[in-house]
């Protein structure tokens, strides 16, 4: 069945976190990934920086392992923290479906990893303009995957085993890892926008 292609502001208040409804097992075709990657290549970049790089992870055993990595941070991140009390429903379900994710990361079909070329260990003080190079292009892909019919979530846990990752990979120093995009064809196509906080209570006019 054809589906009319979303608007705008349809595809910035609907592309949600796909975990459980990524489907682990359909191929997705490598050609289709580069093509959301050249449409996030226009994302603002600063001037003189290199742009994002993106290692795209398809190989099985590589996906496994670092699945496995993965699955191991995450573990870190919640070892030792007592399950939050007081969650609403949306957030409890985030958690447990972010604990879904982890468990079967590596049998994802395609793994996207974003990073970030300094040539050197990441510089002290405020580091927003490097990393202003790098995240709204992984926000572009994100966007552009899902009007390509695929599904995304932002991950970040890998990065308490960032040496790890770079080690599987073989990224060399100097290049720093943002974000990793698991990426596939999702299960239904029902997206509704999130819950998020009344504007009023962060807009600030004029003065904070
Ligand atoms: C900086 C950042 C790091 C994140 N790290 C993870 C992560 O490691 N694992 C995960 O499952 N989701 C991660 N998320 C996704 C958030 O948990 C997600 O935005 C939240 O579940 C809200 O879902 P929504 O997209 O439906 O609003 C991250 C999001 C951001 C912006």
New binding site residues.
């Given amino acids: 069945m054809l589906t009319a292609p979303l608007t705008a502001d349809a595809l910035l208040t609907r592309t949600?976190?796909v975990?459980r409804r990524l489907d682990l097992t359909r191929p997705v075709p490598l050609s289709l990934v580069e093509e959301c990657l050249r449409i996030a290549q226009q994302a603002p970049c600063g001037s003189g920086r290199t742009p994002a790089h993106w290692l795209v992870v398809t190989d099985p055993d590589t996906r496994a392992e670092l699945g496995r990595i993965y699955r191991s941070a995450?573990a870190d991140q919640w070892s030792g923290r007592v399950p939050p009390t007081g969650l609403t429903g949306a957030q409890r379900r985030?958690i447990d479906?972010?604990a879904y994710?982890a468990q079967v990361l590596g049998e994802v079909p395609v793994l996207v990893l974003a990073c970030v070329e300094t040539g050197a260990p990441l510089p002290p003080g405020n580091q927003a303009a490097l990393w202003g190079t790098l995240l709204p292009a992984v926000w572009s892909y994100m966007l552009a995957a899902r009007s390509h019919g695929l599904g995304t979530?932002?991950?970040?846990?890998h990065l308490r085993h960032e040496k790890e990752v770079a080690d599987l990979l073989a990224i060399p120093e100097g290049i720093h890892q943002g974000?990793l995009i698991p990426t596939a064809y999702h299960l239904g196509t029902d997206f509704h926008p999130?819950s998020r906080p009344p504007l009023n209570t962060t807009l600030h006019l004029d003065r904070w």
């Fill in positions: 949600r976190s975990r995450f985030s479906s972010a994710l979530t932002w991950t970040a846990a974000a999130a």
